[in-house]
């Protein structure tokens, strides 16, 4: 029940979040910043620009895009499987490149080929850290996991592992290839516009409830649940303001260099029992 | 059930019938009919023969003359071509296999009783797979060979491409391990035959190397047949199953190896794409190389849960990650094909190497759906080929604009192979939970990075593809065999797709019933409505439907709908008057191909020795 | 409706594009973006990309090969959308005035809605324009806006126009 609440009102939520990032990246770096709401302004400044477009693949794209990102989050809050949901999301970032790969302009394909090396770099770890929950928990079925307890006393390694890859899934430095604005202006998403860069901006918003959901899982039954996803999110902000881009050959390496031993830690210790 | 008997001998004669009817006909109209009945005839007799199976066995134990006659025909033509080409390595694997077979016929005398002939559910799948997507293929390589194609040899062309047809079928019916090596070596010829067919130097070559290569497997196969007559004094494979006989079975895993080109014999199925297009979809990518897969999995019985299992899956999973890492560096369209081929196979031997009803149920998923997906893949590639002049993915920029179906066809097969609802996804899937169920970590570790970049693969084919601007132009005029083939693949793709619960509550079900003799209701496994259910997971028919509709509504949607009171703008391009040009990313200073095969070659040659070595201990 | 316009002035995506300029009120246009003027706290994101941009925040006389660009990316930014000419130069020319290069400032290629003079124009006045800026695109709807010369064309047609053939023809002139 309390799932359902949190889908129907997850857009809500997830701009809220995404305010929340402005406004404590801004803080960090001794300024004002925005207020918590403005991504709601910005999505209304959106919905009323005169809208423009290159062709209508792009466009069908973009919704598609934002379609699969709900579906994840949906198959994620109503109970369904951890590995769909994972695959919904890859998926999802796959079809906003395909999108910008249907347009005649460098700046798209180079981010959309970066955006699927940010698919390989978090799928990986992303998947044996379901296989790690299975191995816990015995089932892949989300309606099954939300009734454990504080998976991560089980799974330290596993939840670090979650952590390195979260600049990977939220596209904040050092691992924000895919938007590098300085380099390519905004990657993908670079010839959408008004109404039709909304989708994209509310699957931003999606995304991050997903992350705060995925973090959530390890802390179920604990008060600590809120403090534990506001933590892991202002340590990703702190890492944004103090690291510089790298590249995405880089990314994906230390992504799997760091996750995936951690992962594979945790799946040994809880095979032999130690955990 | 002794009831159809004549099905599985229709199925061996009637491809073979066709064959020498297509050598004979001497004008290519009456070659067209010809192939076109051969066509609806085998469609028919694979669905009646799968409809009738499981269990149709006998036994006949006077053709024996006849497989020896075959074999030393096949040993003799072998021979006449690695002299006239000067193949030393053809001619000395011919003389060994030779050798060694003279020796076996004369030295050891194996009775048995058991049916040389089986059709459970795992060949009626296999037959069903030959006789619709094949026969689809052999009729769309009519009008492939009317443009630019050699038509005086086109005759022998399609002989040889039906006789393949009728010697898949008779390799999938058979249970003495001898028929299995005449059968084996059948497909060897075919394949050299049609791989040799255009004549020019680079073909020639690349036809030697495939021979040679399926040459050792062969020898393989036949030391499996040699073990397993001098050891467990039987020659059929039930009775091998019985016994659950390690020492030949690990060779023939080794012959299936060879023959679904994993690592290490990676290198004659690349060579093979040199051949023309239906060739590469019918052998090289639908039915012969599914030989391997289908191997492993009608002995997964013996080798679930031992060493040899979880070397077999081991192997499975790297050449699917390796596989598809060298795709990324490939600049033929048909070379990245194949690399994703073999790792396909790949996927599809852990399958066999894990053995549990659920690994099961996901080898025979990925198998249907990738004979399905491969072979639209390869018939777009066919198509553009010839129609638009594109054999390399630079050269595929913007089909979309000049041939919108070809475009479309091309995109379909690529999502097919990357993208849920389709099947090769829901097989992964599948083998991912099979892998965790049971608890082999490092090929799980392989498979789920090899899919990450498997993504990468297929994105960067339709990354050229649809680049436009505007809206689409007119689409363009195929001819009616492209279109009726490529639709019947689309049709049967879709549907299977969106009935995926009918398809595992009967084909699977079959399969998993004849090889490991539990049903899958026993496993927990299910299809419910348009879902499906397994032990600890489920996939929601809300979900399959959905993600259906939005594949199959967007490019419907993207043709159509033109958003007329919109403005149209062109790209950002920091307000330069230019156009840019648009190149795919290659990797090949970190991923090139002759890098990449140098370290892992030799770790193939290590996995192969090491399955070897789990036979014999 | 009134939490539309809302929408509209409080967030604003700003395109800063230097026409020639000596660099002098791009660097002053920079400064307002770090933490000590902080423009973000008003909404306002350096998007570089025209599509994405409300306001355009143009410095430079706009010397007379960037009058083709600068038309390129005006074009490309959809309404409503305001201009701001920042510095004296992109006002009239300011200093290169009348030199054979430049086209003596942005009002003579593009609509200006918002001039902030000095040289170099200072935060505290890039500020204050932009804030004006805001009243304007607060009144704003979605119709077509082009030069003046083009008006004749594009009267009457409410949408499906091709941006590009109006580039074209801007080229021309």
């Given at each position: 029940?309390?799932?359902?609440?949190?889908?129907v009102?997850?857009?809500?939520?997830?701009?809220?979040?995404?305010?929340?990032?402005?406004?404590?990246n801004?803080?960090?770096?001794?300024?004002?910043?925005?207020?918590?709401?403005?991504?709601?302004?910005?999505?209304?400044?959106?919905?009323?620009?005169?809208?423009?477009?290159?062709?209508?693949?792009?466009?069908?794209?973009?919704?598609?895009?934002?379609?699969?990102?709900?579906?994840?989050l949906?198959?994620?809050?109503?109970?369904?499987?951890?590995?769909?949901?994972?695959?919904?999301?890859g998926?999802?970032?796959?079809f906003?490149?395909?999108?910008a790969?249907?347009?005649?302009?460098?700046?798209?394909h180079?981010?959309?080929?970066?955006?699927?090396?940010?698919?390989?770099?978090?799928?990986?770890?992303?998947?044996?850290?379901?296989?790690n929950?299975?191995?816990?928990?015995?089932?892949?079925?989300?309606?099954?996991?939300?009734?454990?307890?504080?998976?991560?006393?089980?799974?330290?390694?596993?939840?670090?592992?979650?952590?390195?890859?979260?600049?990977?899934?939220?596209?904040?430095?050092?691992?924000?290839?895919?938007?590098?604005?300085?380099?390519?202006?905004?990657?993908?998403?670079?010839?959408?516009?008004?109404p039709f860069?909304?989708?994209?901006?509310?699957?931003?918003?999606?995304?991050?409830?997903l992350?705060?959901a995925f973090?959530?899982?390890?802390?179920?039954?604990?008060?600590?649940?809120?403090?534990?996803?506001a933590?892991?999110?202002?340590?990703?902000?702190?890492?944004?303001?103090?690291t510089?881009r790298?590249?995405?050959?880089?990314?994906?390496?230390?992504?799997?260099?760091?996750?995936?031993?951690?992962?594979?830690?945790n799946?040994?210790?809880?095979a032999?029992?130690?955990? | 059930?002794?009831?159809?008997?004549?099905?599985?001998?229709?199925?061996?004669?009637?491809?073979?019938?066709?064959?020498?009817?297509?050598?004979?006909?001497?004008?290519?109209?009456?070659?067209?009919?010809?192939?076109?009945?051969?066509?609806?005839?085998?469609?028919s007799?694979?669905?009646?023969?799968?409809?009738?199976?499981?269990?149709?066995?006998?036994i006949?134990?006077?053709?024996?003359?006849?497989i020896?006659?075959?074999d030393?025909?096949?040993?003799?033509?072998?021979?006449?071509?690695?002299?006239?080409?000067?193949?030393?390595?053809?001619?000395?694997?011919?003389?060994?296999?030779?050798?060694?077979?003279?020796?076996?016929?004369?030295?050891?005398?194996?009775?048995g009783?058991?049916?040389t002939i089986?059709?459970?559910?795992?060949?009626?799948?296999?037959?069903?797979?030959?006789?619709v997507?094949?026969?689809?293929?052999?009729?769309?390589?009519?009008?492939?060979?009317?443009?630019g194609e050699?038509?005086?040899r086109?005759?022998?062309?399609?002989?040889?491409?039906f006789l393949?047809?009728?010697?898949m079928n008779?390799?999938?019916?058979?249970n003495n391990?001898?028929?299995?090596?005449?059968?084996?070596?059948?497909?060897?010829?075919?394949?050299?035959?049609?791989?040799k067919?255009?004549?020019?130097e680079?073909?020639?070559?690349?036809?030697?190397?495939?021979l040679?290569?399926?040459?050792?497997?062969?020898?393989?196969?036949?030391?499996?047949?040699?073990?397993?007559?001098?050891?467990?004094?039987?020659?059929?494979?039930?009775?091998l199953?019985k016994?659950?006989?390690?020492?030949?079975?690990?060779?023939?895993?080794?012959?299936?190896?060879?023959?679904?080109?994993?690592?290490?014999?990676?290198?004659?199925?690349?060579?093979?794409?040199?051949?023309?297009?239906?060739?590469?979809?019918l052998?090289?990518?639908?039915?012969?190389?599914?030989?391997g897969?289908?191997?492993?999995?009608r002995?997964?019985?013996?080798?679930?849960?031992?060493?040899?299992?979880g070397?077999?899956?081991?192997?499975?999973?790297?050449?699917?990650?390796?596989?598809?890492?060298?795709?990324?560096?490939?600049?033929?369209?048909?070379?990245?094909l194949?690399?994703?081929?073999?790792a396909?196979l790949?996927?599809?031997?852990?399958?066999?190497?894990?053995g549990?009803p659920?690994?099961?149920?996901?080898?025979v998923?990925?198998?249907?759906f990738?004979?399905?997906?491969?072979?639209?893949?390869?018939?777009?590639?066919?198509?553009?080929?010839?129609?638009?002049?594109?054999?390399?993915?630079?050269?595929?920029?913007?089909?979309v604009?000049?041939g919108?179906?070809?475009?479309?066809?091309?995109?379909?097969?690529?999502?097919?192979?990357a993208f849920?609802?389709?099947?090769?996804?829901?097989?992964?899937?599948?083998v991912?939970?099979?892998?965790?169920?049971s608890?082999?970590?490092?090929?799980?570790a392989?498979l789920?990075?090899?899919?990450g970049?498997?993504i990468?693969v297929?994105?960067?084919?339709?990354?050229?593809?649809l680049?436009?601007?505007?809206?689409?132009?007119?689409?363009?005029?195929?001819?009616?065999?492209?279109t009726i083939s490529?639709?019947?693949?689309?049709?049967?793709?879709?549907?299977?797709?969106i009935?995926?619960?009918?398809?595992?509550?009967?084909?699977?079900?079959?399969?998993?019933?004849?090889?490991?003799?539990?049903?899958?209701?026993?496993?927990?496994?299910?299809?419910?409505g348009?879902?499906v259910?397994?032990?600890?997971?489920?996939?929601?028919?809300?979900?399959?439907?959905?993600i259906?509709?939005?594949?199959?509504?967007?490019?419907?949607?993207?043709?159509?709908?033109k958003?007329?009171?919109?403005?149209?703008?062109?790209?950002?391009?920091?307000?330069?008057?230019?156009?840019?040009?648009?190149?795919?990313?290659?990797?090949?200073?970190?991923?090139?191909?002759?890098?990449?095969?140098?370290?892992?070659t030799?770790?193939?040659?290590?996995?192969?020795?090491?399955?070897?070595?789990?036979?014999?201990? | 409706?009134?939490?539309?316009?809302?929408?509209?002035?409080?967030?604003?995506?700003?395109?800063?594009?230097?026409?020639?300029?000596?660099?002098?009120?791009?660097?002053?246009?920079?400064?307002v973006?770090?933490?000590?003027?902080?423009?973000?706290?008003?909404?306002?994101?350096?998007?570089?990309?025209?599509?994405?941009?409300?306001?355009?925040?143009?410095?430079?006389?706009v010397t007379?090969?960037?009058?083709?660009?600068?038309l390129?990316?005006?074009?490309?930014?959809?309404?409503p959308?305001?201009?701001?000419?920042?510095?004296?130069c992109?006002?009239g020319?300011?200093v290169?005035?009348?030199?054979?290069?430049?086209?003596?400032?942005?009002?003579?290629?593009?609509?200006?809605?918002?001039?902030?003079?000095?040289?170099?124009?200072?935060?505290?006045?890039?500020?204050?324009?932009?804030?004006?800026?805001?009243?304007?695109?607060r009144?704003?709807?979605?119709?077509?806006?082009?030069?003046?010369?083009?008006?004749?064309?594009?009267?009457?047609?409410?949408?499906?126009?091709?941006r590009?053939?109006?580039?074209?023809?801007?080229?021309?002139?």
């Amino acid at each position: 029940m309390k799932t359902l609440l949190i889908l129907v009102f997850s857009p809500v939520i997830g701009g809220l979040i995404e305010g929340a990032f402005r406004k404590v990246n801004a803080r960090m770096q001794t300024r004002v910043g925005p207020p918590i709401v403005q991504p709601f302004y910005d999505l209304l400044k959106l919905l009323q620009k005169r809208p423009i477009l290159i062709n209508n693949y792009h466009v069908l794209m973009a919704y598609a895009h934002f379609v699969l990102m709900a579906t994840a989050l949906a198959t994620f809050l109503l109970g369904g499987d951890l590995l769909l949901v994972i695959f919904f999301h890859g998926m999802s970032l796959a079809f906003l490149a395909m999108g910008a790969y249907s347009l005649r302009s460098a700046y798209s394909h180079v981010g959309a080929t970066r955006e699927l090396f940010h698919i390989l770099a978090v799928e990986p770890p992303l998947l044996l850290i379901a296989v790690n929950i299975y191995m816990n928990t015995g089932t892949f079925l989300l309606s099954d996991v939300f009734e454990t307890q504080r998976l991560v006393k089980i799974m330290p390694f596993s939840f670090l592992a979650l952590i390195a890859s979260l600049p990977g899934m939220l596209r904040r430095s050092p691992f924000d290839v895919s938007e590098a604005h300085q380099e390519i202006i905004g990657g993908p998403e670079i010839e959408y516009s008004g109404p039709f860069y909304a989708p994209i901006y509310l699957a931003k918003w999606l995304e991050k409830v997903l992350v705060a959901a995925f973090i959530g899982i390890f802390f179920l039954g604990s008060p600590l649940i809120v403090v534990a996803i506001a933590t892991s999110f202002i340590l990703v902000l702190a890492l944004d303001n103090s690291t510089a881009r790298l590249s995405y050959w880089d990314m994906v390496k230390i992504t799997w260099v760091v996750a995936l031993p951690l992962v594979g830690a945790n799946i040994f210790l809880n095979a032999q029992g130690v955990l | 059930m002794v009831g159809y008997e004549g099905l599985p001998a229709a199925l061996i004669l009637a491809p073979l019938f066709f064959a020498l009817l297509a050598t004979v006909s001497s004008s290519h109209p009456v070659r067209k009919v010809v192939t076109y009945v051969g066509t609806l005839t085998l469609i028919s007799l694979s669905i009646a023969l799968w409809i009738k199976s499981p269990m149709i066995l006998f036994i006949r134990e006077d053709l024996y003359p006849l497989i020896l006659a075959g074999d030393y025909l096949l040993f003799a033509y072998f021979l006449y071509q690695g002299v006239v080409f000067r193949s030393r390595l053809v001619i000395y694997l011919t003389i060994a296999q030779a050798a060694l077979m003279t020796a076996f016929i004369k030295t050891v005398h194996v009775q048995g009783k058991a049916p040389t002939i089986v059709v459970d559910g795992l060949s009626s799948l296999m037959v069903l797979v030959t006789g619709v997507v094949g026969s689809v293929i052999v009729a769309y390589s009519i009008r492939y060979m009317e443009t630019g194609e050699d038509l005086g040899r086109e005759n022998r062309f399609l002989g040889v491409m039906f006789l393949f047809l009728g010697a898949m079928n008779a390799l999938v019916f058979s249970n003495n391990m001898e028929w299995i090596f005449l059968f084996y070596e059948l497909t060897t010829f075919a394949s050299y035959y049609l791989i040799k067919y255009r004549g020019d130097e680079e073909s020639i070559a690349n036809s030697l190397q495939a021979l040679w290569m399926n040459q050792l497997g062969g020898l393989a196969v036949l030391m499996a047949v040699i073990f397993s007559a001098h050891f467990y004094g039987t020659l059929f494979l039930t009775e091998l199953i019985k016994e659950k006989a390690l020492l030949p079975i690990a060779f023939l895993v080794l012959g299936a190896m060879v023959k679904s080109a994993q690592l290490p014999f990676q290198g004659w199925l690349l060579g093979a794409m040199v051949a023309p297009t239906p060739v590469s979809a019918l052998l090289h990518s639908s039915t012969m190389v599914k030989i391997g897969p289908y191997l492993i999995l009608r002995i997964s019985p013996i080798i679930s849960g031992t060493a040899l299992g979880g070397v077999v899956a081991l192997a499975g999973a790297i050449t699917f990650t390796v596989a598809l890492t060298m795709a990324l560096s490939q600049r033929k369209f048909k070379r990245l094909l194949a690399y994703s081929t073999i790792a396909t196979l790949g996927g599809m031997i852990i399958c066999g190497g894990v053995g549990t009803p659920l690994a099961i149920m996901a080898g025979v998923t990925l198998l249907a759906f990738h004979a399905l997906s491969k072979g639209l893949l390869f018939l777009g590639a066919g198509i553009a080929e010839k129609e638009f002049g594109a054999k390399t993915i630079e050269d595929l920029l913007g089909l979309v604009k000049k041939g919108p179906i070809t475009a479309g066809i091309i995109t379909f097969g690529a999502v097919s192979m990357a993208f849920p609802p389709f099947g090769i996804f829901l097989g992964k899937w599948l083998v991912i939970q099979a892998l965790v169920i049971s608890k082999q970590y490092i090929p799980l570790a392989a498979l789920v990075i090899g899919s990450g970049i498997g993504i990468m693969v297929y994105m960067k084919i339709v990354s050229r593809v649809l680049v436009r601007r505007g809206f689409i132009p007119s689409l363009e005029k195929l001819s009616s065999v492209y279109t009726i083939s490529t639709g019947t693949f689309v049709a049967i793709l879709g549907g299977l797709t969106i009935m995926y619960a009918f398809f595992v509550d009967t084909i699977v079900e079959k399969a998993v019933e004849s090889l490991t003799h539990t049903t899958l209701l026993g496993a927990g496994i299910g299809g419910t409505g348009f879902g499906v259910v397994l032990n600890a997971d489920r996939m929601e028919p809300w979900q399959l439907v959905a993600i259906f509709t939005l594949i199959v509504l967007l490019p419907l949607a993207a043709y159509f709908y033109k958003w007329m009171g919109v403005d149209r703008v062109y790209e950002y391009t920091c307000g330069e008057p230019m156009k840019p040009s648009i190149g795919a990313y290659y990797f090949t200073d970190r991923l090139g191909e002759e890098r990449l095969s140098k370290v892992f070659t030799p770790f193939g040659v290590a996995l192969m020795a090491v399955i070897l070595l789990t036979g014999v201990a | 409706m009134k939490i539309f316009e809302l929408g509209k002035a409080k967030s604003p995506w700003i395109l800063h594009y230097n026409t020639g300029s000596c660099n002098g009120c791009d660097i002053e246009l920079l400064a307002v973006l770090t933490p000590r003027y902080d423009v973000e706290r008003f909404g306002m994101l350096n998007k570089g990309n025209p599509k994405q941009a409300d306001i355009l925040l143009i410095t430079g006389p706009v010397t007379k090969r960037c009058r083709e660009r600068l038309l390129n990316l005006y074009l490309q930014v959809p309404e409503p959308k305001v201009v701001v000419a920042v510095g004296t130069c992109s006002c009239g020319g300011g200093v290169f005035r009348h030199m054979y290069n430049v086209e003596n400032g942005v009002e003579r290629v593009i609509p200006v809605d918002v001039y902030v003079p000095g040289c170099a124009a200072r935060p505290q006045q890039i500020i204050d324009g932009v804030v004006k800026a805001l009243q304007i695109l607060r009144e704003k709807g979605r119709a077509l806006e082009v030069p003046p010369h083009l008006k004749k064309i594009v009267r009457g047609r409410e949408g499906g126009i091709d941006r590009e053939s109006l580039l074209e023809d801007l080229r021309r002139r």
